[in-house]
Nanobody, 123 residues
């Protein structure tokens, strides 16, 4: 599967952005999808993910209550709605897909990655 993330940009603290991830491939609905982010000089970190079945969602504590992950299997899209953004949310955001792993918080759990989209939150 190929992934293409978009929707990043510059936003003021307290603002919102919606990231999109378009996927190719005929078995999109069978992949567990997730979002990660990587700030300059830091390791890539988990943000949000769906379970393998797609029936459950998981969030990092740092974004819980502010970010929402969603997906549209018919359009092969995954979204990350980000509200109440903070300067510490500034990072390159990546969408990722996993096919075999029931784990979801580590980059190694994922098989495919998009190219990333930059989110910059100004104070």
């Amino acid at each position: 599967v190929q992934l293409q993330a978009s929707g990043g940009g510059l936003v003021q603290a307290g603002g919102s952005l919606r990231l999109s991830c378009a996927a190719s491939g005929r078995t999109f609905s069978s992949y567990g999808m997730g979002w990660f982010r990587q700030a300059p000089g830091k390791e890539r970190e988990f943000v949000a993910a769906f379970s393998r079945s797609g029936s459950s969602t998981y969030y990092a504590d740092s974004v819980k209550g502010r970010f929402t992950i969603s997906r549209d299997n018919a359009k092969k899209m995954v979204f990350l709605q980000m509200n109440s953004l903070k300067p510490e949310d500034t990072a390159v955001y990546y969408c990722a897909a996993r096919s075999g792993s029931y784990r979801y918080t580590e980059p190694v759990d994922y098989d495919y990655w998009g190219q990333g989209t930059l989110v910059t939150v100004s104070s």
